[in-house]
């Protein structure tokens, strides 16, 4: 008989939901990202959490205003990869169009209301872009750092 393997230590969680495509959908994956975070031992406040909740807020209001397909949900998917210190921030819509930016895109102006959420997607992540997926619709996926200089490890369970 084989001698018993150990078991590896598991070092990525993913989170998955799916939410209605309304300002109320977009407020609750905000509030259960950061939810989750504080289960993965990211706490609320620390600078990975608060990253993280304003690249979900502006992907999933993204979603909500302009991915939005009618009678249609969008997914939010997230990954945390405690050996590579890295999040990932996933938001899937069913709208077909890929949002139009590039870093050159001319700045909205001083006195509109919108405008901003992927100039703030690009300043706060470490990389972002968009992707098609399996059936209709687009990823829109952002990376953060799971941990800063000078910031504490999470303590593991």
């Given at each position: 008989m084989p001698a018993p393997r150990a078991q590896e230590a598991v070092t990525v969680s993913v989170f998955?939901?799916?939410?209605s495509a309304t300002r109320r959908g977009a407020r609750l994956?905000?509030?259960?990202?950061?939810h989750r975070l504080d289960l993965w031992h990211l706490s609320y406040g620390s600078p990975a959490?608060?990253?993280?909740?304003?690249v979900v807020a502006e992907l999933a209001a993204n979603a909500v205003l302009h991915g939005r397909a009618?009678?249609?949900d969008f997914e939010l998917r997230l990954t945390?990869?405690?050996?590579?210190?890295?999040?990932r921030v996933e938001v899937s819509d069913t709208h077909p169009g890929h949002p139009e930016w590039s870093a050159s895109a001319v700045q909205p102006s001083t006195d509109t209301?919108?405008?901003?959420?992927?100039?703030?997607?690009?300043?706060?992540?470490?990389?972002?872009g968009v992707t098609g997926r399996t059936g209709?619709?687009?990823?829109?996926?952002?990376?953060?750092?799971?941990?800063?200089?000078?910031?504490p490890r999470p303590v593991r369970p």
């Open positions: 998955a939901q799916r939410f994956a905000r509030r259960l990202a950061t959490s608060d990253t993280v909740a304003l009618p009678g249609r945390y990869d405690r050996s590579a210190e890295l999040l209301d919108g405008g901003r959420g992927l100039l703030l997607v690009e300043a706060v992540a470490d990389r972002w209709p619709g687009k990823t829109v996926r952002a990376e953060c750092a799971a941990r800063f200089p000078g910031e």
